[in-house]
């Protein structure tokens, strides 16, 4: 069974620090790319950041540039994405998917977590 599960959110204070961790089961994500979405409430689920399968192409909204960085780990077969310096705004639930090509379109990732909440406030 395909299967990605998100960890490490939680809630924070503005200008803390998480770890999201995306690990997968039952397929290796080297053959992916991998996106971290993200959805607020009554919102749109937006691109966040996205990593190819090398880890050579990155692509970042422009709302994350500076403050969050993905990485990847085949050889654990887990994505990881740090957020620092985080604010309200950030406030969602945070989804990773696997897919073809650090793009931030939706219908090119068939593979989906459950997603995890990250909560900023004070």
């Known amino acids: 069974q395909l299967q990605l599960v998100e960890s490490g959110g939680g809630l924070v204070q503005p200008g803390g620090s998480l770890r999201l961790s995306c690990a997968a089961s039952?397929?290796?994500?080297?053959?992916?790319?991998i996106g971290w979405f993200r959805q607020a409430p009554g919102k749109e689920r937006e691109g966040v950041s996205s990593?190819?399968?090398?880890?050579?192409?990155?692509r970042d909204a422009d709302s994350v540039k500076g403050r969050f960085t993905i990485s990847r780990d085949n050889a654990k077969n887990t994505v990881y994405l740090q957020m620092n310096n985080l604010k309200p705004e950030d406030t969602a639930v945070y989804y990773c998917?696997?897919?073809?090509?650090?793009?931030?379109?939706?219908?090119?990732?068939?593979?989906w977590g459950q997603g995890t909440q990250v909560t900023v406030s004070s």
């Open positions: 998917a696997a897919g073809y090509g650090a793009t931030f379109e939706r219908t090119l990732y068939p593979f």
């Open positions: 039952g397929f290796t994500l080297d053959k992916y790319a």
């Open positions: 990593i190819d399968k090398s880890g050579t192409i990155i």
